[in-house]
């Protein structure tokens, strides 16, 4: 799975090539789904109307319309300004089928992937869309481009020219088989719209694309609009056809979710993805909802649910002790939680790959009990004798007995309360910290946790800040504990260096928000990225989630598995929905208003 939040699942089968020579897709494992003569995702009404205008919100605010760079906060919905070599079948678990690209080759022994340009592709301004745009694209993401990007490209030794309109990508190595499909989702930028510029700083004038939509209007910080190309190259490509049905999209800045649910209800926008489950339990028992004006429903989906927690930051010395990162976990009580605040509305995390066949669980045997055996590493004792569970209660508000056993390891940990206070006892170091948010939906359930944490002897603040503060603090690693959700996807790969490896530990900007580093890890995650088949991914994730879990980097929170969603009842949608995504792209407008 990509960085920018794609998800990218895989065929339940076994390894196979990535894909033949010369093929109209790749898939990482299996066959494609879709013939090189199909005429459209299945999931789409390729006679779907066409126009309308639709505004959707945004919590914050933004400063830059360059999505590339860590520099900044870019303004929702840049992604559809930006076509990329693949288009992924979000019916489809990891394939991915040409969209600037006609045809792709892999290499026999997976070495490299050659892509050749359709000769039609443009850009906005009608300029075609070069080999050399893809050359200059790849190395400037790669050398000033955001640190995930260099991570995740990391294998991919160079890119060169091979044929009038075709682009070869080099690998270092030919054990991992994800990278022709990395390399599919990069995004091809103008290198004449780019040359007199630092890409390295943001930019705030509308950029030079070749997507569906272009930037029509910012209003900055406070709106963002984009407007259907009427010309667009690829509209009538089969990977695109029954998308990008309205005319305009404006993504609207709300200060937080409690004026954004308001200005909702008001009718300043038309869709809204609840994730707040005092919101959907409460705030839409309202006429319009009951008239069949605003339509509340909840739509089912097969993504795993990744890792929604308390991130701790281990970097900071008084976290740098499990035990101590474990204690913490016992003074959060998600049951009283879910049935206080939630309306048991949702499942407790107990993995970091949630909801899917990754997921360790029980003790280890067979083939992941012999992965985690042969790490020339420490692991804890618990990876193999404990399955592993967060602290748990009967809901009704009593922690006595999970307080008491955090004192416990504290205390193996060195750490004894003096009056009323946590105190180290040999630096005399008092236990405080911050807990970092940007949405203030948060401190709801924050707050009764900073009050169990006083019972131990801490003080525990909550901050919350603006989103570009926020951002920035994020990319600095600039806190000690903060509300993080990492996704995965069925096809973990490359992005879990970018989660968990030492490497990004030290890398600002990566998603390593807990500071994890630890050779096992490491060693994981480079068997996972070159595991040889299904079963042996599925094996080496399971591993690597168990010795995440025991590192106790984190306090988990909960899971949904469905998209909760109102909306303003203009709308009209495929009778199928995508099994990975909500496929709002897939929507349009009602032809005639009620």
């Not at 459209?40 to 605010?61: I, W």
Request: proline content about 6%.
């Amino acid at each position: 799975m990509l960085f920018n939040g794609r998800i990218l699942p895989l065929l339940l089968s076994l390894f196979a090539a990535p894909v033949m020579a010369g093929e109209h897709g790749i898939a990482l494992h299996g066959d494609l789904r879709y013939p090189p003569n199909f005429s459209h995702f299945e999931y789409v009404n390729p006679d779907a109307p066409r126009g309308g205008n639709v505004r959707l919100s945004a919590l914050g605010t933004f400063d830059s319309l360059h999505p590339f760079i860590l520099r900044g906060v870019s303004a929702a919905g840049m992604s559809q300004v930006f076509d990329t070599l693949t288009e992924q079948a979000m019916d489809e678990p990891f394939s991915e089928y040409g969209l600037l690209a006609s045809r792709i080759e892999v290499a026999d022994d997976n070495s490299w992937v050659r892509f050749e340009l359709r000769p039609e592709a443009r850009f906005h301004d009608g300029e075609p869309i070069t080999v050399e745009d893809v050359i200059w694209t790849f190395n400037k993401l790669k050398q000033e481009g955001h640190p995930a990007y260099r991570m995740y490209y990391a294998e991919v030794q160079r890119a060169e020219k091979a044929g009038d309109h075709a682009v070869r990508f080099h690998f270092e190595g030919t054990d991992n088989a994800e990278l022709p499909l990395i390399i599919g989702q990069m995004p091809v930028l103008p290198r004449h719209d780019w040359e007199d510029r630092d890409f390295a700083r943001t930019r705030t004038d509308p950029p030079l694309g070749s997507g569906p939509y272009r930037v029509s209007r910012v209003d900055p910080g406070r709106s963002v609009t984009y407007e259907r190309v009427d010309d667009y190259w690829a509209k009538d490509l089969p990977v695109n056809r029954g998308r990008y049905n309205f005319d305009r999209i404006r993504y609207d800045y709300y200060r937080d979710a409690t004026v954004a649910v308001e200005a909702f209800k008001a009718d300043e926008y038309d869709l809204r993805q609840e994730n707040i489950a005092r919101n959907w339990a409460t705030q839409y028992d309202i006429a319009a909802v009951r008239d069949g004006r605003m339509i509340k429903e909840e739509i089912s989906h097969s993504i795993p649910t990744g890792m929604q927690a308390f991130f701790i930051n281990s970097r900071r010395s008084k976290f740098s002790d499990p035990r101590v990162r474990k204690a913490l976990a016992y003074a959060f009580d998600f049951e009283w939680t879910n049935r206080t605040l939630f309306n048991d509305s949702y499942a407790r995390t107990t993995s970091f790959f949630s909801n899917s066949e990754l997921a360790s669980s029980g003790l280890p045997d067979g083939r992941e009990l012999e992965i985690l055996e042969s790490l020339d590493a420490e692991l804890p004792e618990q990876v193999f004798m404990e399955p592993y569970q967060p602290p748990s209660t009967d809901g009704d508000g009593g922690l006595r007995a999970n307080l008491r056993r955090a004192l416990n390891l504290l205390g193996e940990a060195g750490w004894e309360v003096r009056g009323n206070t946590l105190t180290h006892t040999e630096s005399g170091e008092e236990m405080n910290f911050t807990i970092l948010l940007d949405n203030p939906a948060f401190e709801r359930v924050v707050l009764p946790f900073t009050n169990n944490l006083k019972r131990l002897g801490i003080e525990a603040r909550v901050r919350t800040v603006d989103t570009s503060q926020y951002q920035n603090r994020m990319d600095e690693f600039d806190f000690d504990l903060t509300v993080q959700l990492v996704g995965q996807s069925l096809s973990p790969g490359n992005e879990q260096r970018g989660y968990w490896s030492c490497a990004a530990a030290e890398t600002p900007g990566s998603r390593n928000y807990a500071g994890v580093c630890d050779p096992a890890v490491d060693a994981l995650i480079e068997q996972l990225v070159n595991a040889r088949g299904r079963e042996e991914l599925v094996h080496t994730t399971r591993a690597l989630d168990r010795v995440l879990l025991w590192g106790h980097y984190v306090v988990p929170h909960w899971h949904l598995r469905s998209f909760r969603l109102v909306y303003w009842a203009r709308f009209e949608r495929p009778e199928t929905s995508p099994k990975y995504s909500l496929g709002f792209d897939t929507w349009w407008m009602k032809t005639e208003q009620e």
